[in-house]
């Protein structure tokens, strides 16, 4: 499984400061290609003129221009959407630069809120991209959107605070599961989280096989309200994280960013 905290930490040392956008879009490309298993295409497509045009790349030679809403591009770009294809010959219009690639993941890429590009990566492995793929690759993105398009780093992205409320029996996976993917790590402290008693309020609809409560009926229940502080770009990868250790069909999860973590 990618590590995609330490992918964005190389990400962020070789573009930071650096003002040569077609060089760090060319190590960008590099870095995700050569880190990433089952790979046979990683690249930038970049929007010149309404038109995705060829960017820096790593693979076998690639279509120039791609119009938006045509194939996984052009309807990244066109809904502001990250496409996750597992299997691209299902995908209406899908472009077939390399006959090889079976699945496909597609990330739009921003700079002063419009759309700038997208960040294309594609795998001769059938279903290779999976959510918590889309959660790293998209943090990897805010970074190139950060360092490389110009968007101001504001003060309340850098860090966010994570909500989940849960049953107390579920809260030593649940710590692990945030440890595991280095949620409440501030500075030398990691593991950090609190949490209080609650009471969950909730009505089960039909079609429903809840954990707690039966359809149709209120219930309430004592519950835990955790709170664990984590960079934003690893945000994606806590949600999945927590989902796979909550017991509930539909489990209360808050992202709220946060100014700073100290003062």
């Not at 004592?222 to 502080?229: A, Q």
Request: proline letters at 8%; aromatic letters at 8%.
């Amino acid at each position: 499984m990618t590590d995609y905290t330490e992918l964005t930490r190389q990400l962020e040392a070789l573009t930071e400061g650096v003002p040569h956008r077609i060089a760090n879009l060319s190590n960008a490309a590099a870095l995700v290609y050569h880190t990433l298993e089952d790979l046979n295409w990683a690249g930038f497509y970049l929007m010149e003129n309404g038109m995705l045009v060829l960017g820096p790349f790593q693979g076998r030679p690639a279509c120039i221009e791609i119009s938006v809403g045509r194939g996984v591009c052009g309807t990244a770009a066109a809904q502001d959407k990250t496409q996750r294809v597992p299997d691209v010959h299902q995908f209406p219009g899908h472009i077939a630069c390399d006959g090889a690639s079976r699945s496909e993941i597609v990330i739009p890429i921003h700079a002063g809120g419009q759309i700038a590009g997208v960040l294309d990566l594609d795998s001769p492995v059938p279903d290779r991209f999976s959510p918590a793929d889309q959660a790293g690759l998209e943090g990897f993105v805010r970074v190139l959107e950060r360092n490389v398009f110009g968007n101001a780093p504001e003060a309340l992205t850098e860090y966010c605070k994570v909500e989940i409320f849960i049953p107390e029996s579920h809260l030593p996976p649940l710590q692990q599961a945030l440890q595991a993917v280095d949620a409440g790590h501030i500075g030398n402290y990691d593991c950090c989280l609190s949490y209080a008693p609650v009471t969950g309020c909730w009505r089960p609809l039909e079609g429903t096989t809840p954990y707690l409560g039966s359809v149709g009926e209120i219930s309430r229940e004592p519950e835990l309200k955790v709170e664990v502080t984590c960079r934003t770009e690893n945000a994606g990868r806590t949600v999945e994280a927590v989902k796979r250790v909550h017991p509930y069909e539909e489990p209360v999860i808050n992202v709220i960013p946060l100014y700073r973590t100290s003062f």
